[in-house]
């Protein structure tokens, strides 16, 4: 309980104030980019606290722009604060990302939040759930009644997974949001019966538990998937392999979105770019430092059908033989 009493207090710390990271100050490779910038990512627990400084390091070295990291409420916020450029870099899925764009999502009030532009594809997120065995639960529609815990507010498991379990016509008796260090602790502990999540994959949070307990990961019916996909095409079916976690019975059928990594429209066009090079010419460091980036390839581009292009970012892709149309490029 110490240590995670600990991991929770930091995290709180985290949310409370922005989380510098690298303060070390190098000259910018172009005197004319800025010295430094600001990448939202998400709260402890969830793969994109891992992730972003994994790409952020890599982007640091190439560009010589000292980078830090915010701990943020996942997606939602990450467009809210790059659209208004209190951070430059972030990451979103792009189920979340259309709502921003269009102004459609409870979230966004209404506004539309034009300022943000895709830079490079991240990796799928799937939606799966975890519990521990002896609850006895091995199945979503199990989760009648039950307390569930789906990340943080901001996040996009914290905005559909309370969707998805309303369209399969499931009740649960209480929804949490926290971090997934707070969920997990709260499962472990015997204070949570579920916790739905999206993220990249191995979550952490899930594979923390399953070293520690047995658990069950719950994945979605045929018919639920269908349920599901009809009611948010922006989801699309798989299935999570075996392997991915050490515990799993099976392959998890899945429903999931595509992350990319975004920047504010103002980034210089040759700084874009080098961001960009400086991923898409490096998986094999990414995949090192986060499992996840296995996806982050230059194929996955076509992921992106509505979110604009920076500029920088496209015209990389171009000269790498992926097509991106002109009507997804916007300065």
Not at 47 to 68: C, D, F, K, M, R
Not at 71 to 85: A, E, M, V, Y
Not at 258 to 286: C, Q, W
Request: charged fraction near 15%.
């Amino acid at each position: 309980m110490r240590r995670r009493s600990l991991l929770l207090a930091t995290a709180g710390v985290g949310l409370a104030q922005p989380a510098i990271i690298g303060r070390a100050w190098a000259q910018p490779r172009n005197p004319a980019w800025p010295r430094a910038l600001t990448m939202g990512t998400a709260a402890p627990g969830g793969t994109y606290a891992i992730y972003g400084p994994v790409w952020g390091q890599l982007a640091q070295e190439a560009t010589g722009i000292n980078i830090s990291y915010r701990t943020t409420q996942g997606p939602n916020q990450n467009i809210i604060l790059t659209d208004r450029k209190e951070v430059e870099l972030g990451m979103v899925t792009m189920g979340i990302a259309l709502q921003g764009w269009e102004g459609k999502g409870p979230w966004t009030q209404g506004n539309k939040y034009r300022n943000i532009r895709a830079l490079f594809p991240m990796y799928d997120t799937p939606f799966h759930a975890i519990t521990l065995t002896k609850s006895g639960i091995t199945s979503h529609a199990q989760l009648e009644g039950k307390s569930v815990g789906v990340g943080p507010r901001g996040g996009t498991p914290g905005t559909y997974y309370p969707l998805i379990l309303k369209e399969l016509g499931v009740t649960p008796s209480a929804i949490r949001f926290g971090s997934g260090t707070d969920l997990a602790g709260q499962i472990a502990d015997g204070l949570l019966d579920c916790f739905g999540f999206a993220s990249g994959v191995p979550i952490p949070a899930f594979s923390e538990l399953e070293t520690q307990h047995d658990v069950n990961f719950l994945g979605f019916s045929d018919a639920e998937l269908d349920k599901i996909t009809k009611a948010f095409p922006e989801l699309s079916k798989g299935a999570l392999p075996m392997g991915t976690y050490r515990k799993q019975k099976g392959p998890i059928p899945m429903v999931g979105v595509y992350n990319f990594a975004i920047g504010h429209r103002s980034l210089p066009d040759d700084l874009a770019y080098e961001i960009v090079k400086s991923i898409m010419t490096n998986n094999a460091r990414m995949v090192a430092g986060n499992a996840s980036a296995k996806e982050t390839l230059p194929e996955n581009a076509s992921k992106n059908t509505f979110l604009p292009f920076h500029p920088g970012a496209a015209r990389w892709f171009r000269e790498n033989g992926h097509a991106i149309p002109d009507s997804l490029v916007l300065a």
